[in-house]
């Protein structure tokens, strides 16, 4: 039985502006049904944890740089809505906000996008590292740019070489690449030579969907 951490921002019925739900709502189930332990790894958006019950907390998080400002851990629970086990990370100061999961209530970004989901690749990365004693993925799959950066993290970590599991990266929507200027990269908290062609630079911007293509094993879309 293989063990498949899923990241990514939104899960239906709780939370949806796109495919992306829909996807993170089956494909879980859809995998159960072939044998897989699946879990799935979602911020802690109001709808998600509202919907998380008999929740527990696996660790209190500790990220690097910049996103370490915001005091964040990881609660387990059940998800009802989606049938789904689920971890959800527990940081207000980045999730609840009058809004949308990516922009203000006027409709413009958020302005630390980059740090908001940095922590959700991040936390993934961890988790595939071992952050849950009870539980560590044999595979971990990222979804669009909110997750891309996971891969990232674990090439820093060492990867394969360094027994870490196999990454996927799906692409759900490519017209979104979570692009930010490169002055942003710093608080990342990756190695300064990520930031190139072969990494995570595009056009001298960040790209987290870069990271995802780049740095991932498997590429689905």
């Known amino acids: 039985m293989m063990r498949v951490l899923h990241a ?19 494909l879980p189930a859809a995998l159960a049904g072939h044998g897989a332990e699946v879990r799935v790894l979602l911020p802690g958006f109001a709808p998600i944890l509202e919907g998380l019950e008999n929740s527990r907390e696996v660790a209190v998080l500790k990220p690097p740089a ?3 400002g915001t005091p964040a851990r990881l609660l387990y629970g059940h998800l009802p809505a989606c049938s789904a086990w689920a971890y959800v990370i527990d940081a207000p100061g980045f999730y609840l906000r009058d ?20 922590l959700l690749g ?5 988790l595939a590292r071992g952050l849950d004693a009870g539980w560590q993925p044999q595979l971990l799959h990222s979804h669009d740019w909110h997750a891309a950066l ?9 990867g394969r070489a360094a027994g870490l599991p196999p990454t996927v990266h799906t692409v759900h929507n490519l017209a979104y690449q979570g692009l930010v200027d490169a002055s942003r990269f710093a608080g990342l908290g990756l190695p300064a030579h990520f930031f190139a ?5 595009f056009h001298g911007l960040v790209s987290f969907m870069k990271a995802g293509l780049y740095f991932a094993d498997r590429i689905t879309t």
């Open 122 to 126: 991040w936390t993934a990365a961890e």
């Open 197 to 201: 062609m072969h990494g995570v630079e």
């Open 66 to 68: 910049a996103m370490s």
């Open 8 to 26: 990514c921002a939104e899960i239906y019925p709780l939370l949806k502006t796109g495919g992306l739900a829909d996807v993170a709502g089956a």
């Open 150 to 158: 996971a891969s990232a993290y674990l090439a820093a970590a060492g």
């Open 99 to 118: 809004g949308g999961p990516y922009a203000d209530a006027g409709g413009q970004p958020w302005a630390d996008n980059d740090l908001r989901f940095a």
